[in-house]
């Protein structure tokens, strides 16, 4: 019997054809990816698609089945295609080697699948998919793991909740102080080097941003001024490094006068035991295990302990190495854990600034694991997650949604949750969306609005008869209101709006949800400027979700503590820091009009904003506590959880 005879025989005709013709596309060649390929093309599916930027590394192939130690440095996505192929040569597979926010993934190649697979690492890739399959009104099934943790979620618009529907557990943060004068933990003195001095030293030039920001949330004034000197002449050591190699002057600076400096602030010492500079000479020759972790004797070269002085060599030696390649490429050079010159330097930077605070130190192999975010990735818990994917797209494909039901693994069993509506606060999913194929040079933005009013009901005319107010927004950027029109005649591509671009439509009143235009390329031979659905097509939005009052402001917020108050430095699971932008991490709140009204000091506008205040706080997509979901299992998998990258940050305890 056939391989197709079997499965139609297992899963019956009508399931075996909603397999056989179904299109669909994997986002994410790694962990999970991989074993969803060999899934699908081993369940009769016929049509596949899979996208990976990456290429192979040594590190992936102890879960990642489908390639081996010949494949290292080639693409995951047309290896993984290659490998499949020759499990079941008659399905048709399309690699793609791209990054899926490329615009040229736009919102009709996703309306082309009958089910989107996630199988991506990190937070950034998986809003984007979301959003995309949700304007497209394609069906995803969202996965994560994490060590022995995993989970499964299906998303279709209007009918389950969505990736951003649930607010993320807030990656762990650290004050600016803290890592920058006062560190007590090894993990802090790793942060510094991965997310402040490497950077500093070899990546984009910083501005004064992270300290502007750290003296507006009060952090100490004192602590602020000393850090902004030392950010002075922190921008004449870094060109004499890169110009001459001068791994010694950056050694002085940031071992020795620095801590000198630091020093001079008394007050800071009182409690804590104060930082000891380094002596060049003496460190160099100094054989003093620095470290209290790793075996003094261990073969392996990565997890034998360093002494003073070895940390003093591998800082100078991958000191230089990393300034010839900035002078050789003029690029900036990111940490990643798989290059052995930035956890080197990071390594052996991070030890002597333990060193400096009387913090243990840690081997490469140590520093390695907690920068690099490496949770072990367990490849049982990859071929579980993505079998249950499997299975819930067959159900997807023949609508039987009673049986799509989120899933969570924690190491023993897979267990299905409670089912959760999309919640009416969210940001993303609650707008109805618009794709428009455009020519994005030939309309301008008040056609793209005078269209839109063509086909939105509601937006024909308010209460008063008149034509509804809306104001326009690309992400937070306002493009129109009734009070600003400067840029009506422009064109979109003049605006910047291009195709993947959303441009999101508010209705001033805040009666109805947002309308989101998705645009999309038009072909070139097309006589139209645009293709608008027709009124009938178009889902019309609903009424504004109105959530209870907000529960009273704290006392003083302006006043808060510096440990809240610094979210700069944010911690993921295995307690790896990485800078954040916070704002990455919040899910997209909704658009209102207020979002441009500024404090005024006349009471009749105070009276305004604080109306408008109230309403502001109703755009917070935090769930108010009567709507809010019970969690799907516990932590950590309500966050479809990452397989290790370090942008995918994932909140521990702090030990
Ligand atoms: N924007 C994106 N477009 C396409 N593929 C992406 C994007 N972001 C992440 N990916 C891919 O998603 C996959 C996730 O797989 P996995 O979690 O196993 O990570 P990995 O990089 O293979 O493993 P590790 O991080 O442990 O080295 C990776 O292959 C990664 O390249
Ligand atoms: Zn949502």
Known sequence: MSTDNSISRVVGDAAYKSIHDAKILIVGAGGIGCELLKNVVLSGFKKVEIIDLDTIDLSNLNRQFLFQSRHIKRSKAVVAKETAS?????????????????PKYNIKWFQSFDVVFGALDNIDARRHVNKMCLAANTPLIESGTTGYCGNVQVIIKDTFECYDCQVKPTPKTYPVCTIRSTPSAPIHTIVWSKSYLLPQVFGEAEDQGELDKAAMEGENANEIKTLREEQDSFNKVREAVVAEGGARVLFDNIFN?????LL???DMWKNRVPPTPLDFEASLDSNTHATESGSADSGIVDQRKLTLGDNVKLFIDATDRLAKRAVSTKQPIEFDKDDKDTLDFVTASSNLRSAVYTIPTKTIFEVKEMAGNIIPAI???NAIIAGEQ???????????????KPCVYLGSQLTAVSFETPNPACGTCQDTFIPLPVKNDEVSLQQLIDAVRSVVDVYKSSDDG????LSVFEKERLLYDPDFDENVDKSLSDMGCHTNTFITIVDEDGEYENVTV??????TDSQDKYVLPSSSSVKQPGKKYRPPPPPPAPENPRKRGREEDANTYTEDAQGVLTIEDSEDEEPPAKKTHNETITLDDSDDDVQVVQEKGEEKVTNDTSKPEETAAPAPAPAPAQEAPGTGKPDDPISLDDD
Do not use: G, W, Y
Request: proline share 4%.
């Open 86 to 102: 020759l499990f079941n040569p008659s399905v048709d597979i399309t690699a793609h080697c791209d990054n899926v926010k490329d």
């Open 257 to 261: 006068h620095d801590v000198k400096r």
């Open 264 to 266: 001079q602030m008394e």
């Open 379 to 381: 490849a049982t818990t």
């Open 390 to 404: 499997t299975l819930k797209a067959i159900n997807v494909l023949q609508r039987r949604l009673d049986l799509c």
């Open 466 to 469: 008149e034509a509804r107010e």
């Open 518 to 523: 998705v645009l999309a390329p038009l072909e």
